[in-house]
C-alpha cells in the first residue's frame, strides 16, 4: 500500500512540475510575441517582464480550474503542428497562453 502512495505522489510532482514548465515556455513565447508584433522593436525587452509572464504561465498551466482551456489550447496547437500551418503559428490566438 505504501508504494501505490508514492507512486502517485511521484507521478503527481511529475506531471505538475511538466506542465509548470510548459506553461513557463508559453509564457515567454507570449512575450517574445507581444514584443515583436505588437510593439513593433519601439521597446526594449525587459526580462523582469519575460520572467514574470514565465512564471504566469507557470501558475495558469500548473492551476486545475484552467483545464479544459489548456487542453483545448494544446490541442489546437499540436493541429497546427501536424498539419505544418506556418501562417497559423503567427497569429496571436496561438501565442497567447488563455485566450
Do not use: A, W
Amino acid at each position: 500500500m505504501q508504494v501505490h502512495k508514492l507512486v502517485t505522489k511521484t507521478n503527481l510532482y511529475l506531471t505538475g512540475s511538466c506542465l509548470g514548465t510548459l506553461g513557463f515556455h508559453r509564457g515567454i513565447n507570449q512575450y517574445d510575441y507581444d514584443h515583436i508584433y505588437n510593439n513593433r522593436f519601439k521597446k526594449n525587452q525587459v526580462y523582469t517582464d519575460k520572467l514574470f509572464l514565465g512564471l504566469f504561465g507557470s501558475f495558469i498551466y500548473m492551476n486545475p480550474c484552467f483545464l479544459p482551456i489548456i487542453i483545448h489550447k494544446e490541442i489546437y496547437r499540436l493541429e497546427i503542428n501536424i498539419r505544418g500551418l506556418e501562417e497559423e503559428k503567427l497569429t496571436k490566438y496561438y501565442n497567447t497562453i488563455l485566450v
